[in-house]
Protein backbone atom coordinates (compact mmCIF):
# COMPACT_ATOMS: atom_id res chain seq x y z
CA UNK A 1 0.00 0.00 0.00
CA UNK A 2 2.82 1.92 0.46
CA UNK A 3 3.87 1.82 -2.71
CA UNK A 4 0.91 2.56 -3.94
CA UNK A 5 0.94 5.87 -2.31
CA UNK A 6 3.95 6.98 -3.56
CA UNK A 7 3.63 5.90 -7.10
CA UNK A 8 -0.61 8.60 -6.82
CA UNK A 9 2.27 10.82 -4.82
CA UNK A 10 4.35 11.14 -8.21
CA UNK A 11 1.36 11.27 -10.28
CA UNK A 12 0.26 14.19 -8.36
CA UNK A 13 3.43 15.64 -9.06
CA UNK A 14 3.71 14.66 -12.69
CA UNK A 15 0.08 16.50 -13.53
CA UNK A 16 1.07 19.95 -12.38
CA UNK A 17 4.02 20.46 -15.20
CA UNK A 18 1.88 18.55 -17.60
CA UNK A 19 -1.26 20.29 -17.07
CA UNK A 20 1.13 23.70 -17.30
CA UNK A 21 2.59 22.11 -20.71
CA UNK A 22 -0.52 21.69 -22.96
CA UNK A 23 0.04 24.77 -24.98
CA UNK A 24 3.95 23.37 -25.06
CA UNK A 25 2.05 19.82 -25.83
CA UNK A 26 -0.22 21.59 -28.56
CA UNK A 27 3.35 22.74 -30.43
CA UNK A 28 5.08 19.60 -30.01
CA UNK A 29 2.26 17.87 -31.94
CA UNK A 30 2.55 20.54 -34.40
CA UNK A 31 6.03 19.76 -35.31
CA UNK A 32 5.52 16.08 -35.17
CA UNK A 33 3.26 16.70 -38.36
CA UNK A 34 5.03 17.22 -41.60
CA UNK A 35 4.43 16.96 -45.57
CA UNK A 36 6.03 16.84 -48.65
CA UNK A 37 5.17 16.89 -52.16
CA UNK A 38 2.72 19.76 -52.02
CA UNK A 39 0.68 17.67 -49.09
CA UNK A 40 0.89 14.63 -51.24
CA UNK A 41 2.54 12.81 -48.34
CA UNK A 42 1.73 13.52 -44.81
CA UNK A 43 3.09 12.19 -41.82
CA UNK A 44 2.46 12.87 -38.46
CA UNK A 45 4.33 11.19 -35.38
CA UNK A 46 2.25 10.96 -31.89
CA UNK A 47 2.10 9.44 -29.16
CA UNK A 48 1.44 8.23 -25.37
CA UNK A 49 3.22 8.10 -21.98
CA UNK A 50 1.42 5.72 -19.99
CA UNK A 51 2.38 5.82 -16.15
CA UNK A 52 0.52 2.54 -14.75
CA UNK A 53 0.83 0.83 -11.52
CA UNK A 54 -1.41 -1.67 -9.45
CA UNK A 55 -2.23 -2.56 -6.14
CA UNK A 56 -3.31 -6.44 -6.17
CA UNK A 57 -3.73 -9.67 -4.40
CA UNK A 58 -2.40 -12.99 -5.56
CA UNK A 59 -2.66 -14.66 -8.05
CA UNK A 60 -2.71 -11.67 -9.97
CA UNK A 61 -5.80 -11.38 -11.95
CA UNK A 62 -6.23 -11.52 -15.95
CA UNK A 63 -3.28 -10.60 -17.74
CA UNK A 64 -1.27 -9.25 -15.10
CA UNK A 65 2.25 -10.71 -15.00
CA UNK A 66 3.52 -10.56 -11.01
CA UNK A 67 3.87 -12.48 -8.35
CA UNK A 68 4.34 -9.56 -5.90
CA UNK A 69 1.37 -7.43 -4.61
CA UNK A 70 2.36 -4.22 -5.98
CA UNK A 71 3.61 -3.70 -9.85
CA UNK A 72 4.64 -0.72 -11.81
CA UNK A 73 4.31 -1.08 -15.24
CA UNK A 74 5.33 2.52 -18.11
CA UNK A 75 4.84 2.34 -21.34
CA UNK A 76 5.26 4.66 -23.81
CA UNK A 77 3.68 4.46 -27.53
CA UNK A 78 4.21 6.02 -29.91
CA UNK A 79 2.34 6.21 -33.63
CA UNK A 80 2.89 6.76 -36.80
CA UNK A 81 -0.09 7.70 -39.36
CA UNK A 82 1.21 8.75 -42.86
CA UNK A 83 -1.40 9.25 -45.68
CA UNK A 84 0.10 8.93 -49.45
CA UNK A 85 -2.27 10.64 -51.66
CA UNK A 86 -6.21 10.06 -51.18
CA UNK A 87 -5.77 6.23 -51.55
CA UNK A 88 -2.86 5.06 -49.67
CA UNK A 89 -2.60 4.98 -45.68
CA UNK A 90 0.29 3.33 -43.64
CA UNK A 91 0.40 3.68 -39.75
CA UNK A 92 2.99 2.06 -37.10
CA UNK A 93 2.87 1.53 -33.53
CA UNK A 94 6.10 0.89 -31.53
CA UNK A 95 6.02 0.39 -27.78
CA UNK A 96 8.83 0.47 -24.76
CA UNK A 97 7.04 -1.70 -21.65
CA UNK A 98 8.02 -4.37 -19.26
CA UNK A 99 5.90 -6.50 -21.45
CA UNK A 100 2.72 -6.78 -23.65
CA UNK A 101 0.59 -7.12 -20.73
CA UNK A 102 1.97 -5.36 -17.23
CA UNK A 103 4.65 -7.71 -15.42
CA UNK A 104 7.96 -7.96 -13.86
CA UNK A 105 9.79 -7.83 -16.91
CA UNK A 106 12.44 -5.48 -17.92
CA UNK A 107 12.09 -2.53 -20.26
CA UNK A 108 11.92 -3.44 -23.57
CA UNK A 109 10.54 -2.37 -27.02
CA UNK A 110 8.40 -3.73 -29.61
CA UNK A 111 6.83 -3.22 -33.00
CA UNK A 112 3.42 -4.26 -31.82
CA UNK A 113 1.64 -2.97 -35.39
CA UNK A 114 2.33 -1.89 -38.72
CA UNK A 115 -0.34 -1.69 -41.49
CA UNK A 116 -0.59 -0.45 -45.17
CA UNK A 117 -4.05 0.38 -45.90
CA UNK A 118 -5.14 0.76 -49.96
CA UNK A 119 -8.81 2.24 -50.73
CA UNK A 120 -9.18 2.12 -54.81
CA UNK A 121 -12.27 4.01 -54.37
CA UNK A 122 -13.01 7.44 -52.22
CA UNK A 123 -16.82 5.96 -51.18
CA UNK A 124 -15.02 3.85 -48.71
CA UNK A 125 -16.72 0.95 -50.07
CA UNK A 126 -13.48 -1.06 -50.56
CA UNK A 127 -10.21 -1.13 -48.45
CA UNK A 128 -7.46 -3.57 -48.16
CA UNK A 129 -4.80 -3.69 -45.22
CA UNK A 130 -2.01 -5.85 -45.18
CA UNK A 131 0.37 -5.75 -41.89
CA UNK A 132 0.34 -6.65 -38.56
CA UNK A 133 -3.01 -5.27 -36.49
CA UNK A 134 -5.89 -4.97 -34.37
CA UNK A 135 -8.50 -7.71 -35.01
CA UNK A 136 -11.03 -6.60 -36.49
CA UNK A 137 -13.74 -8.62 -34.22
CA UNK A 138 -15.94 -6.69 -31.70
CA UNK A 139 -16.25 -3.47 -31.00
CA UNK A 140 -13.25 -2.77 -27.67
CA UNK A 141 -10.65 -2.15 -30.58
CA UNK A 142 -11.25 0.89 -31.30
CA UNK A 143 -10.76 2.16 -27.95
CA UNK A 144 -8.13 -0.11 -26.32
CA UNK A 145 -5.62 2.60 -26.13
CA UNK A 146 -4.88 3.92 -22.70
CA UNK A 147 -6.46 7.54 -24.04
CA UNK A 148 -9.63 5.92 -25.15
CA UNK A 149 -10.22 2.99 -22.45
CA UNK A 150 -12.12 4.11 -19.87
CA UNK A 151 -10.88 1.45 -18.27
CA UNK A 152 -7.15 0.19 -17.47
CA UNK A 153 -7.41 -3.37 -17.94
CA UNK A 154 -9.51 -4.79 -20.84
CA UNK A 155 -12.90 -6.25 -20.40
CA UNK A 156 -12.92 -9.94 -19.23
CA UNK A 157 -13.39 -11.79 -22.69
CA UNK A 158 -10.14 -10.50 -23.85
CA UNK A 159 -8.05 -11.03 -20.72
CA UNK A 160 -9.58 -13.94 -18.63
CA UNK A 161 -7.64 -16.83 -19.08
CA UNK A 162 -8.84 -19.98 -19.44
CA UNK A 163 -7.52 -23.74 -18.86
CA UNK A 164 -6.62 -24.00 -22.59
CA UNK A 165 -3.01 -24.16 -22.53
CA UNK A 166 -1.73 -23.30 -26.46
CA UNK A 167 1.60 -25.15 -25.79
CA UNK A 168 0.10 -28.64 -25.03
CA UNK A 169 -2.74 -30.51 -26.30
CA UNK A 170 -5.03 -31.67 -23.94
CA UNK A 171 -5.45 -35.42 -23.75
CA UNK A 172 -7.87 -35.85 -20.87
CA UNK A 173 -10.65 -34.58 -18.73
CA UNK A 174 -8.30 -34.33 -15.47
CA UNK A 175 -6.00 -32.95 -17.27
CA UNK A 176 -8.31 -30.01 -18.75
CA UNK A 177 -9.87 -29.89 -14.87
CA UNK A 178 -5.60 -29.52 -13.71
CA UNK A 179 -4.84 -26.81 -16.44
CA UNK A 180 -7.84 -24.98 -15.51
CA UNK A 181 -6.93 -25.49 -11.85
CA UNK A 182 -10.20 -26.58 -11.24
CA UNK A 183 -9.25 -30.23 -9.89
CA UNK A 184 -7.24 -30.33 -8.20
CA UNK A 185 -7.29 -26.91 -6.59
CA UNK A 186 -3.90 -25.79 -6.82
CA UNK A 187 -1.40 -24.80 -3.92
CA UNK A 188 -0.99 -21.33 -3.31
CA UNK A 189 1.36 -20.22 -5.63
CA UNK A 190 0.68 -23.00 -8.34
CA UNK A 191 -2.08 -20.98 -10.28
CA UNK A 192 0.53 -18.63 -10.49
CA UNK A 193 2.72 -20.53 -12.70
CA UNK A 194 0.42 -21.97 -14.64
CA UNK A 195 -0.55 -18.52 -15.55
CA UNK A 196 1.91 -18.50 -18.65
CA UNK A 197 1.09 -21.23 -20.20
CA UNK A 198 -3.18 -20.36 -20.46
CA UNK A 199 -5.01 -18.41 -22.90
CA UNK A 200 -8.06 -16.17 -23.00
CA UNK A 201 -10.51 -16.31 -25.64
CA UNK A 202 -9.20 -13.32 -27.29
CA UNK A 203 -5.55 -12.19 -26.39
CA UNK A 204 -6.18 -8.62 -25.53
CA UNK A 205 -6.27 -6.43 -29.44
CA UNK A 206 -4.81 -9.32 -30.72
CA UNK A 207 -1.89 -7.52 -32.96
CA UNK A 208 -1.97 -10.47 -35.58
CA UNK A 209 -0.41 -10.65 -38.69
CA UNK A 210 -2.17 -11.05 -42.00
CA UNK A 211 -4.52 -9.11 -44.39
CA UNK A 212 -8.08 -7.46 -44.37
CA UNK A 213 -10.59 -6.01 -46.32
CA UNK A 214 -13.78 -3.95 -45.24
CA UNK A 215 -15.62 -1.79 -46.22
CA UNK A 216 -19.07 0.47 -45.63
CA UNK A 217 -21.76 0.34 -47.66
CA UNK A 218 -24.37 2.77 -46.76
CA UNK A 219 -25.50 1.89 -43.00
CA UNK A 220 -24.00 -1.25 -43.21
CA UNK A 221 -19.76 -2.76 -43.05
CA UNK A 222 -18.14 -5.23 -43.18
CA UNK A 223 -14.70 -6.79 -42.77
CA UNK A 224 -13.16 -10.33 -43.44
CA UNK A 225 -9.40 -10.56 -42.22
CA UNK A 226 -6.67 -13.77 -42.48
CA UNK A 227 -4.66 -13.91 -40.01
CA UNK A 228 -1.53 -16.01 -38.98
CA UNK A 229 -2.57 -16.76 -35.46
CA UNK A 230 -6.25 -17.57 -33.63
CA UNK A 231 -7.56 -14.79 -31.74
CA UNK A 232 -6.81 -16.82 -28.50
CA UNK A 233 -2.97 -16.99 -29.37
CA UNK A 234 -0.60 -14.83 -27.04
CA UNK A 235 1.75 -11.94 -28.43
CA UNK A 236 4.47 -14.32 -29.09
CA UNK A 237 3.13 -15.35 -32.17
CA UNK A 238 1.45 -12.27 -33.50
CA UNK A 239 4.62 -11.60 -35.44
CA UNK A 240 5.13 -12.99 -39.32
CA UNK A 241 7.55 -15.45 -38.24
CA UNK A 242 5.86 -16.25 -34.96
CA UNK A 243 4.19 -19.39 -36.71
CA UNK A 244 3.59 -20.58 -40.59
CA UNK A 245 1.03 -19.82 -42.98
CA UNK A 246 -0.53 -23.20 -43.12
CA UNK A 247 -3.16 -22.95 -40.20
CA UNK A 248 -4.36 -19.38 -40.72
CA UNK A 249 -6.90 -17.66 -38.95
CA UNK A 250 -10.30 -16.63 -40.49
CA UNK A 251 -12.30 -13.57 -38.99
CA UNK A 252 -15.03 -11.70 -40.01
CA UNK A 253 -17.53 -9.14 -38.47
CA UNK A 254 -20.53 -7.49 -40.31
CA UNK A 255 -21.95 -4.19 -38.76
CA UNK A 256 -24.90 -2.30 -38.75
CA UNK A 257 -24.99 1.66 -37.90
CA UNK A 258 -28.95 2.89 -38.24
CA UNK A 259 -27.46 6.42 -36.92
CA UNK A 260 -24.95 7.47 -35.21
CA UNK A 261 -26.33 6.81 -31.54
CA UNK A 262 -26.38 2.73 -32.20
CA UNK A 263 -24.17 0.39 -33.26
CA UNK A 264 -24.58 -3.42 -33.75
CA UNK A 265 -21.81 -5.95 -35.06
CA UNK A 266 -22.00 -9.54 -35.40
CA UNK A 267 -18.33 -11.42 -35.62
CA UNK A 268 -16.76 -14.67 -36.46
CA UNK A 269 -13.92 -16.48 -36.42
CA UNK A 270 -11.82 -19.92 -36.15
CA UNK A 271 -8.14 -20.72 -36.03
CA UNK A 272 -5.77 -23.14 -34.85
CA UNK A 273 -4.95 -22.40 -31.16
CA UNK A 274 -2.07 -24.57 -30.25
CA UNK A 275 1.36 -23.23 -31.08
CA UNK A 276 3.66 -25.60 -33.59
CA UNK A 277 5.47 -26.90 -30.42
CA UNK A 278 2.55 -28.40 -29.48
CA UNK A 279 2.63 -31.35 -32.03
CA UNK A 280 4.49 -33.87 -30.17
CA UNK A 281 1.27 -33.96 -27.63
CA UNK A 282 -1.50 -34.23 -29.99
CA UNK A 283 -3.46 -37.27 -29.60
CA UNK A 284 -2.83 -39.94 -32.41
CA UNK A 285 -3.65 -39.30 -35.82
CA UNK A 286 -4.39 -35.79 -35.01
CA UNK A 287 -2.59 -32.62 -36.69
CA UNK A 288 -2.97 -28.96 -35.20
CA UNK A 289 -5.77 -27.85 -37.21
CA UNK A 290 -7.96 -30.61 -35.34
CA UNK A 291 -7.42 -28.10 -32.03
CA UNK A 292 -9.58 -25.15 -33.46
CA UNK A 293 -10.98 -22.09 -31.82
CA UNK A 294 -14.16 -21.29 -33.17
CA UNK A 295 -15.70 -17.95 -31.93
CA UNK A 296 -19.03 -15.74 -32.40
CA UNK A 297 -19.51 -12.15 -30.84
CA UNK A 298 -22.09 -10.01 -30.53
CA UNK A 299 -21.83 -6.42 -29.98
CA UNK A 300 -23.84 -3.29 -29.44
CA UNK A 301 -22.54 0.49 -28.65
CA UNK A 302 -24.44 3.35 -27.81
CA UNK A 303 -23.65 7.11 -27.83
CA UNK A 304 -25.80 10.36 -26.55
CA UNK A 305 -24.61 12.96 -25.17
CA UNK A 306 -22.39 12.70 -22.48
CA UNK A 307 -23.60 8.75 -21.91
CA UNK A 308 -21.36 6.15 -23.96
CA UNK A 309 -22.58 2.10 -23.64
CA UNK A 310 -21.11 -0.96 -24.70
CA UNK A 311 -21.69 -4.74 -24.35
CA UNK A 312 -20.45 -7.84 -26.20
CA UNK A 313 -20.86 -11.08 -25.64
CA UNK A 314 -18.60 -14.47 -26.90
CA UNK A 315 -19.46 -17.71 -27.28
CA UNK A 316 -16.07 -19.80 -27.79
CA UNK A 317 -15.44 -23.24 -28.38
CA UNK A 318 -12.40 -25.25 -28.02
CA UNK A 319 -12.04 -28.51 -29.82
CA UNK A 320 -9.89 -31.35 -28.15
CA UNK A 321 -10.51 -34.84 -30.18
CA UNK A 322 -9.81 -36.77 -27.33
CA UNK A 323 -11.70 -34.73 -24.63
CA UNK A 324 -14.88 -33.01 -27.22
CA UNK A 325 -15.32 -29.46 -27.41
CA UNK A 326 -14.94 -26.89 -24.73
CA UNK A 327 -17.12 -23.82 -24.60
CA UNK A 328 -17.52 -20.91 -22.85
CA UNK A 329 -19.10 -18.11 -23.44
CA UNK A 330 -18.18 -14.15 -21.84
CA UNK A 331 -19.85 -11.03 -21.94
CA UNK A 332 -19.73 -7.60 -20.48
CA UNK A 333 -21.25 -4.48 -20.35
CA UNK A 334 -19.70 -0.89 -19.87
CA UNK A 335 -20.78 2.42 -19.42
CA UNK A 336 -19.08 5.95 -19.26
CA UNK A 337 -20.94 8.99 -18.16
CA UNK A 338 -18.98 12.29 -18.63
CA UNK A 339 -19.61 13.93 -15.32
CA UNK A 340 -17.95 17.20 -16.18
CA UNK A 341 -16.01 18.42 -19.25
CA UNK A 342 -13.09 16.84 -17.75
CA UNK A 343 -14.56 14.45 -15.28
CA UNK A 344 -15.97 10.61 -16.12
CA UNK A 345 -16.89 7.72 -14.13
CA UNK A 346 -16.93 4.57 -16.18
CA UNK A 347 -18.71 0.82 -15.03
CA UNK A 348 -18.30 -2.42 -16.39
CA UNK A 349 -19.74 -5.83 -15.24
CA UNK A 350 -18.07 -8.83 -16.69
CA UNK A 351 -18.93 -12.51 -16.66
CA UNK A 352 -17.63 -15.81 -18.14
CA UNK A 353 -19.54 -19.11 -17.59
CA UNK A 354 -17.86 -22.29 -18.73
CA UNK A 355 -19.03 -25.83 -19.97
CA UNK A 356 -18.98 -29.42 -18.09
CA UNK A 357 -17.54 -32.63 -19.40
CA UNK A 358 -18.65 -35.81 -17.22
CA UNK A 359 -15.77 -37.06 -15.10
CA UNK A 360 -14.25 -40.64 -14.39
CA UNK A 361 -17.71 -40.88 -11.95
CA UNK A 362 -20.14 -39.27 -14.45
CA UNK A 363 -20.21 -36.19 -12.38
CA UNK A 364 -20.55 -32.89 -14.14
CA UNK A 365 -17.66 -30.81 -13.47
CA UNK A 366 -16.75 -27.09 -14.93
CA UNK A 367 -13.88 -27.12 -17.31
CA UNK A 368 -13.13 -23.29 -15.60
CA UNK A 369 -14.37 -21.65 -12.74
CA UNK A 370 -17.37 -19.26 -13.68
CA UNK A 371 -16.73 -16.16 -12.68
CA UNK A 372 -17.61 -12.31 -12.35
CA UNK A 373 -16.05 -8.87 -11.77
CA UNK A 374 -16.84 -5.65 -11.66
CA UNK A 375 -14.50 -2.97 -12.71
CA UNK A 376 -15.22 0.64 -11.57
CA UNK A 377 -12.70 3.32 -12.34
CA UNK A 378 -13.41 7.60 -12.28
CA UNK A 379 -10.76 9.73 -14.67
CA UNK A 380 -9.93 13.20 -15.11
CA UNK A 381 -8.39 15.12 -17.73
CA UNK A 382 -6.39 17.96 -16.49
CA UNK A 383 -5.71 18.90 -20.67
CA UNK A 384 -6.26 17.54 -23.58
CA UNK A 385 -3.73 15.47 -23.50
CA UNK A 386 -3.21 14.63 -20.12
CA UNK A 387 -5.49 12.33 -18.41
CA UNK A 388 -5.43 10.10 -14.91
CA UNK A 389 -8.03 6.83 -14.62
CA UNK A 390 -8.08 5.01 -11.56
CA UNK A 391 -10.04 1.75 -11.54
CA UNK A 392 -11.29 -0.81 -8.59
CA UNK A 393 -11.97 -4.34 -9.53
CA UNK A 394 -13.75 -6.78 -7.58
CA UNK A 395 -13.75 -10.47 -9.40
CA UNK A 396 -15.26 -13.58 -7.16
CA UNK A 397 -15.00 -17.25 -9.02
CA UNK A 398 -16.78 -19.66 -8.20
CA UNK A 399 -15.66 -22.83 -6.50
CA UNK A 400 -12.87 -20.61 -5.00
CA UNK A 401 -11.86 -21.22 -1.27
CA UNK A 402 -10.58 -17.61 -1.06
CA UNK A 403 -11.93 -14.26 -0.47
CA UNK A 404 -12.89 -12.19 -2.89
CA UNK A 405 -10.16 -10.67 -5.05
CA UNK A 406 -9.44 -7.09 -5.26
CA UNK A 407 -7.00 -5.03 -7.59
CA UNK A 408 -6.82 -1.38 -7.50
CA UNK A 409 -4.84 0.96 -10.55
CA UNK A 410 -3.82 3.97 -11.64
CA UNK A 411 -2.95 4.68 -14.88
CA UNK A 412 -1.08 8.18 -16.02
CA UNK A 413 -1.36 9.30 -19.43
CA UNK A 414 0.69 12.01 -21.13
CA UNK A 415 -0.87 12.46 -24.87
CA UNK A 416 1.55 14.30 -27.80
CA UNK B 1 -26.69 24.09 -44.57
CA UNK B 2 -24.97 27.14 -44.93
CA UNK B 3 -21.31 27.27 -44.11
CA UNK B 4 -20.98 30.87 -45.37
CA UNK B 5 -23.36 31.67 -42.23
CA UNK B 6 -20.57 32.26 -39.27
CA UNK B 7 -18.86 34.58 -42.22
CA UNK B 8 -22.23 36.45 -43.38
CA UNK B 9 -22.76 37.06 -38.74
CA UNK B 10 -19.28 38.68 -38.43
CA UNK B 11 -19.46 40.32 -41.58
CA UNK B 12 -23.28 41.75 -40.87
CA UNK B 13 -22.54 42.26 -36.95
CA UNK B 14 -19.41 44.30 -38.23
CA UNK B 15 -20.94 46.43 -40.37
CA UNK B 16 -23.80 47.43 -38.73
CA UNK B 17 -21.96 50.11 -36.67
CA UNK B 18 -21.09 51.80 -40.34
CA UNK B 19 -24.69 52.97 -41.16
CA UNK B 20 -25.43 53.77 -37.80
CA UNK B 21 -22.47 55.56 -36.33
CA UNK B 22 -19.17 56.08 -38.50
CA UNK B 23 -17.71 55.58 -41.97
CA UNK B 24 -14.25 55.51 -40.81
CA UNK B 25 -11.99 52.36 -41.95
CA UNK B 26 -8.35 51.15 -41.29
CA UNK B 27 -6.83 48.39 -43.63
CA UNK B 28 -3.27 47.39 -43.87
CA UNK B 29 -1.12 43.90 -43.99
CA UNK B 30 0.16 41.22 -41.26
CA UNK B 31 3.07 39.29 -41.75
CA UNK B 32 1.62 35.66 -41.33
CA UNK B 33 3.85 32.80 -39.57
CA UNK B 34 4.77 30.00 -41.85
CA UNK B 35 2.04 27.79 -43.01
CA UNK B 36 1.99 24.25 -41.16
CA UNK B 37 1.39 21.15 -42.64
CA UNK B 38 -2.29 19.86 -43.31
CA UNK B 39 -2.76 17.09 -40.40
CA UNK B 40 -2.87 13.56 -40.69
CA UNK B 41 -6.17 11.42 -39.79
CA UNK B 42 -5.95 9.23 -37.03
CA UNK B 43 -7.48 6.26 -39.24
CA UNK B 44 -5.75 3.17 -37.49
CA UNK B 45 -8.95 1.63 -36.17
CA UNK B 46 -11.79 3.42 -38.37
CA UNK B 47 -13.48 3.04 -41.62
CA UNK B 48 -12.96 6.94 -42.50
CA UNK B 49 -14.85 7.33 -46.09
CA UNK B 50 -14.97 11.35 -46.10
CA UNK B 51 -12.34 14.06 -44.36
CA UNK B 52 -9.55 11.56 -45.03
CA UNK B 53 -7.81 14.51 -46.61
CA UNK B 54 -7.35 17.51 -45.48
CA UNK B 55 -6.29 20.60 -47.05
CA UNK B 56 -3.92 23.25 -44.90
CA UNK B 57 -5.54 25.84 -43.68
CA UNK B 58 -2.98 28.27 -44.01
CA UNK B 59 -2.64 30.48 -41.29
CA UNK B 60 -4.68 33.84 -40.38
CA UNK B 61 -4.58 36.88 -38.06
CA UNK B 62 -7.10 38.89 -36.42
CA UNK B 63 -6.84 42.34 -36.52
CA UNK B 64 -8.97 44.52 -33.99
CA UNK B 65 -9.60 47.77 -32.72
CA UNK B 66 -9.06 48.29 -29.10
CA UNK B 67 -10.96 50.02 -26.26
CA UNK B 68 -14.07 50.10 -24.10
CA UNK B 69 -17.32 49.62 -26.01
CA UNK B 70 -20.70 48.90 -24.89
CA UNK B 71 -21.98 45.34 -25.32
CA UNK B 72 -24.62 44.37 -27.96
CA UNK B 73 -28.00 45.47 -27.27
CA UNK B 74 -28.96 41.71 -28.49
CA UNK B 75 -26.11 38.83 -28.61
CA UNK B 76 -24.68 38.31 -31.61
CA UNK B 77 -24.97 35.06 -33.21
CA UNK B 78 -21.79 32.88 -35.20
CA UNK B 79 -21.13 29.64 -36.18
CA UNK B 80 -18.56 26.53 -36.12
CA UNK B 81 -19.23 23.98 -38.70
CA UNK B 82 -18.16 20.54 -38.56
CA UNK B 83 -17.50 19.57 -41.87
CA UNK B 84 -15.60 16.37 -43.66
CA UNK B 85 -13.94 15.83 -40.10
CA UNK B 86 -12.87 19.50 -40.07
CA UNK B 87 -14.14 22.90 -38.06
CA UNK B 88 -15.02 25.57 -40.38
CA UNK B 89 -14.05 28.04 -39.89
CA UNK B 90 -10.86 27.07 -38.19
CA UNK B 91 -10.75 30.48 -36.84
CA UNK B 92 -13.30 32.39 -35.41
CA UNK B 93 -13.16 35.85 -33.63
CA UNK B 94 -16.48 36.92 -31.60
CA UNK B 95 -17.60 40.04 -29.30
CA UNK B 96 -17.59 39.30 -25.78
CA UNK B 97 -21.31 37.79 -25.39
CA UNK B 98 -21.84 36.09 -28.50
CA UNK B 99 -23.50 32.75 -28.63
CA UNK B 100 -21.49 30.43 -31.29
CA UNK B 101 -23.58 27.57 -32.62
CA UNK B 102 -21.94 24.47 -33.35
CA UNK B 103 -23.40 22.33 -36.25
CA UNK B 104 -22.86 19.31 -37.35
CA UNK B 105 -22.92 18.67 -41.18
CA UNK B 106 -21.03 14.99 -41.52
CA UNK B 107 -23.11 11.49 -40.72
CA UNK B 108 -20.66 11.10 -37.63
CA UNK B 109 -20.45 11.89 -34.08
CA UNK B 110 -18.38 14.50 -33.26
CA UNK B 111 -17.56 15.79 -29.64
CA UNK B 112 -16.84 19.55 -29.47
CA UNK B 113 -15.09 19.83 -26.37
CA UNK B 114 -12.76 23.10 -25.07
CA UNK B 115 -10.81 23.05 -21.53
CA UNK B 116 -9.48 26.83 -22.45
CA UNK B 117 -9.54 29.16 -19.35
CA UNK B 118 -12.01 31.29 -21.39
CA UNK B 119 -14.36 28.45 -21.49
CA UNK B 120 -14.76 24.71 -20.70
CA UNK B 121 -17.64 22.81 -21.78
CA UNK B 122 -17.98 19.73 -23.48
CA UNK B 123 -21.14 19.25 -25.90
CA UNK B 124 -20.97 15.80 -25.82
CA UNK B 125 -21.79 13.32 -28.53
CA UNK B 126 -24.91 14.85 -30.57
CA UNK B 127 -27.01 13.96 -33.66
CA UNK B 128 -26.59 15.88 -36.74
CA UNK B 129 -30.74 16.53 -36.59
CA UNK B 130 -30.58 17.22 -33.20
CA UNK B 131 -32.74 20.76 -32.34
CA UNK B 132 -31.96 23.16 -31.23
CA UNK B 133 -28.19 23.18 -32.39
CA UNK B 134 -26.03 22.91 -29.55
CA UNK B 135 -24.61 26.59 -28.45
CA UNK B 136 -22.55 27.87 -26.37
CA UNK B 137 -22.51 32.05 -24.96
CA UNK B 138 -18.89 32.88 -25.19
CA UNK B 139 -18.53 35.35 -22.13
CA UNK B 140 -15.38 35.84 -20.94
CA UNK B 141 -12.37 37.23 -23.33
CA UNK B 142 -9.53 34.89 -24.49
CA UNK B 143 -9.03 32.06 -26.67
CA UNK B 144 -10.51 29.40 -27.01
CA UNK B 145 -9.10 26.17 -28.33
CA UNK B 146 -12.26 23.72 -29.69
CA UNK B 147 -11.28 20.28 -30.43
CA UNK B 148 -13.27 16.65 -31.01
CA UNK B 149 -12.87 14.20 -28.54
CA UNK B 150 -13.75 11.62 -31.53
CA UNK B 151 -11.10 13.20 -34.21
CA UNK B 152 -8.15 14.05 -32.65
CA UNK B 153 -6.61 15.85 -35.39
CA UNK B 154 -9.54 18.72 -35.42
CA UNK B 155 -8.92 21.75 -33.88
CA UNK B 156 -9.83 25.39 -34.59
CA UNK B 157 -9.84 28.79 -32.49
CA UNK B 158 -12.86 30.79 -31.22
CA UNK B 159 -10.60 34.36 -30.02
CA UNK B 160 -12.77 36.05 -27.73
CA UNK B 161 -12.66 39.93 -27.89
CA UNK B 162 -14.38 43.02 -25.87
CA UNK B 163 -14.63 45.03 -29.24
CA UNK B 164 -17.60 44.45 -31.98
CA UNK B 165 -14.69 46.03 -34.30
CA UNK B 166 -12.73 42.70 -35.66
CA UNK B 167 -11.63 41.29 -39.10
CA UNK B 168 -9.86 38.29 -40.35
CA UNK B 169 -6.83 39.03 -42.56
CA UNK B 170 -6.36 36.76 -46.17
CA UNK B 171 -4.19 34.69 -46.59
CA UNK B 172 -2.29 36.96 -47.46
CA UNK B 173 -2.64 38.85 -44.35
CA UNK B 174 -4.32 41.45 -46.31
CA UNK B 175 -7.28 43.35 -43.97
CA UNK B 176 -9.87 46.10 -44.30
CA UNK B 177 -11.45 46.99 -41.05
CA UNK B 178 -14.46 49.34 -41.76
CA UNK B 179 -16.89 50.71 -40.08
CA UNK B 180 -15.53 51.91 -37.14
CA UNK B 181 -16.23 54.97 -34.41
CA UNK B 182 -13.55 58.24 -35.36
CA UNK B 183 -11.47 59.04 -32.45
CA UNK B 184 -7.92 57.53 -31.09
CA UNK B 185 -7.68 53.95 -30.72
CA UNK B 186 -5.17 51.57 -30.92
CA UNK B 187 -5.46 48.56 -33.67
CA UNK B 188 -3.87 45.05 -32.71
CA UNK B 189 -3.40 41.63 -34.68
CA UNK B 190 -3.88 38.55 -33.16
CA UNK B 191 -1.37 35.74 -35.08
CA UNK B 192 -1.70 33.17 -32.65
CA UNK B 193 -1.83 31.44 -29.13
CA UNK B 194 1.27 32.81 -28.69
CA UNK B 195 1.66 36.04 -30.18
CA UNK B 196 -0.48 39.29 -30.47
CA UNK B 197 1.82 41.68 -32.42
CA UNK B 198 2.22 45.01 -30.56
CA UNK B 199 -1.00 47.51 -30.37
CA UNK B 200 -0.29 50.40 -33.11
CA UNK B 201 -2.12 53.68 -32.59
CA UNK B 202 -4.50 54.85 -35.19
CA UNK B 203 -6.41 58.35 -35.47
CA UNK B 204 -9.84 57.28 -37.13
CA UNK B 205 -11.58 59.56 -39.34
CA UNK B 206 -15.08 59.72 -40.98
CA UNK B 207 -14.29 58.63 -44.41
CA UNK B 208 -10.67 58.86 -43.90
CA UNK B 209 -8.73 54.74 -44.00
CA UNK B 210 -5.98 54.25 -42.23
CA UNK B 211 -3.29 52.54 -43.12
CA UNK B 212 -1.57 50.19 -40.62
CA UNK B 213 0.97 47.41 -40.99
CA UNK B 214 1.96 44.57 -38.78
CA UNK B 215 5.27 43.88 -40.20
Known amino acids: ?416 | MNLLRPARLVLAWSALPAFVFAQAAVEGRVTLPATRAAPVVNKRYEIVTKGGVLSTNPPLAVVYLEGTFSPPPVPPLAQVAQKDLAFIPTLLPVQVGTRVEFPNFDDTYHNIFSFSPAKRFDLGRYRSDEKPVPSVVFDEAGLVTLRCDIHEHMRALILVLPTPYFVVTDADGRYRLGGLPPGRYTVAAWLDSKTTAPSRPVDLQNGVTAHVDFP
Open chain 1, 1 to 416: MKRLRVIFGCYALLAGPAVAGGDFLDRVDDSLTTSALHDAVRLRLSGTLDLEAYQLRQPAPSLIYSDGSGLFSPRLSLFLDVQIGAHVYVYAQARADRGFDPGDGGLRGRLDEYALRYTPVDNGRLNFQVGKFATIVGNWMPRHGSWDNPFITAPLPYSNLTGIWDAMAARTTDQLFLWASVRPRPAQGGEYLDKALSVPIIWGPSYATGAAVFGEIGRFDYAVEMKNVALASRPAVWDLDGSRWDRPAWNGRLGYRPNPMWSFGVSASTGSYLRPLAQRTLAPGHGLDDYREFVFGQDIGFAWHHTQFWAEVYEARFTIPTVGDARTVAYYLEGKQKLTPQLFIALRWNEQFFSTFRDRTGTAVRWGRDVWRIDIGPGYRFTPHTQLKVQYSLQHEDADARELGHMLAGQFTVRF
